[in-house]
């Protein structure tokens, strides 16, 4: 079992930014991948980023390329997702989750709200 648990959502303005993290527990954290994800209000959630186990190797979907960085820190079993220039249409709740078997994000957080105003 892991256990994942955001925090760092707020209301910010246009061009802010916010850091989310997401501390684990239950498991070794470096032994899986991190990815960070986001649903706004009548979507399906999509994935926003991820992150290889030793933190060497990121992925992101284009519409935050270039924005948010994805990091984290195994000593800490914390992984973040820094969010610059932030736009309204970046406002939902973010979800982080763990990659323990291979391909699937077996465990997930319960979110954190973050809300972009124009």
């Known amino acids: 079992q892991v256990q994942l648990v955001e925090s760092g959502g707020g209301l910010v303005q246009a061009g802010g930014s916010l850091r989310l993290s997401c501390a684990a527990s239950g498991r070794t954290f470096s032994n899986y991948r991190m990815g960070w994800f986001r649903q706004a209000p009548g979507t399906e959630r999509e994935f926003v980023a991820r992150?290889?186990?030793?933190?060497?190797?990121?992925y992101y979907v284009d519409s935050v390329k270039g924005r948010f960085i994805i990091s984290r820190d195994n000593a800490k079993n914390t992984v973040y997702l820094q969010m610059n220039s932030l736009k309204p249409e970046d406002t939902a709740v973010y979800y982080c989750?763990?990659?323990?078997?291979?391909?699937?994000?077996?465990?997930w957080g319960q979110g954190t709200q973050v809300t972009v105003s124009s």
């Open positions: 992150i290889n186990r030793g933190g060497g190797g990121t």
């Open positions: 989750a763990a990659e323990v078997t291979s391909g699937n994000y077996d465990y």
